[in-house]
């Protein structure tokens, strides 16, 4: 058990991520391709991943470099997953690159002693082997991560949603009630279930909380409670449903109605909201929200005996009209 204590400073400086934290879903994607558990959720991920890295130096310096010192493990360096990744991927991996040698010693000490290290671990305080390490992070999120950025965005964007709908409703208390099954706010103190019993004083520091995509289940903090107090928590994951035909769902989206459902949708709507704002019945409503989500426009999750609906970052795209631009897919960097 985790045991989180709370000043009434501390309530006043919780923030939540506002984007994907690059290290962190960096972190924790490693860790869904060292199990089974929840593979259903990460299912075409999972398979567009080993497709990106069988058979190539990618792969082979993913599984030599980063998951023996990214472990699915009760402990992992707390200098991979640095405070500056909230600024992106390029700010973390500079944080990870300059971390003070002896900071690196020590961690991958801890590593050896809780879950194991590999015998060139503690080379990582050496600046070549630690500017290799940021290489082969950088390559891997820019191969299998980030082209799972909306999906990603899209899940944060709920996630937030329902907690300024709580925040809103019930203060701090329901904010803090509602992150995640896993914990439990006994004021001042958030109980979370965890790999470890210890306690944990914000001392008026805040608390950083960060819904992450490909975190499963149990949340996680750093080892070391001198950093900046930060939780990661596994966001809600909904079991895919059968392939929608994307022609018909879109060509459904056509009609005043529906367009004034996507505007509303827009500001975070329940379903019972939607239909009275539309002025149609609770049927209706639903009606309008399974097209939007089956054509990839929103997503809907649940709140306590509601559902709240929030754009996706393609429905919000579509409000905003933009002029229309390819994407291309990432591809494994030349360098491997």
Known sequence: ????????????????????????????????LQTTQGRWAYADWHRG???????????????????????????????????????????????????????????????ARCSGAP?????????????????????????????????????????????????????????????SPAMRWCPPVLH????????LYLDGRGLRLVPSYFCWKAPVSLADGTLRPVLVYSVQHVRPSGPAAPDAALSALLGRTRAAALRAVALGMTTSELARFLGVSPATATHHTTVLRDAGLSTSRRLQNTVLHTLTPLGAAMLRRPSPAEHAGAAVPSDF
């Not at 985790?2 to 972190?27: C, G, K, M, N």
């Not at 700010?91 to 590593?111: K, Q, Y």
């Not at 996630?159 to 992150?179: C, H, K, Q, W």
């Open 1 to 32: 058990m985790l045991r989180i204590h709370f000043t009434p400073d501390d309530l006043t400086r919780i923030r939540v991520a506002s984007t994907p934290d690059p290290l962190w879903e960096t972190a924790f994607s490693l860790h869904r």
């Open 49 to 111: 991943t080993l497709a990106a890295l069988t058979g190539t130096r990618l792969g082979a310096a993913v599984r030599g470099l980063l998951i023996p010192v990214l472990p699915r493990a009760r402990y992992w360096p707390d200098f991979l997953t640095p405070a500056e990744g909230a600024d992106g991927l390029e700010a973390g991996l500079a944080a990870v690159r300059d971390t003070p040698p002896e900071r690196v010693v020590h961690e991958m000490r801890l590593l």
């Open 119 to 179: 015998d060139w671990a503690p080379a990582l305080a050496e600046p070549d082997l630690r500017n290799e390490l940021v290489r082969v992070l950088r390559a891997y999120h820019d191969t299998v991560v980030a082209p799972h950025l909306d999906r990603m965005c899209e899940s944060l964007a709920g996630e937030r949603g329902l907690l300024a709908r709580s925040t809103l409703n019930g203060g701090v208390g329901d904010l803090l009630n509602g992150l």
């Open 192 to 199: 979370v279930d965890y790999v470890e019993d210890r306690d």
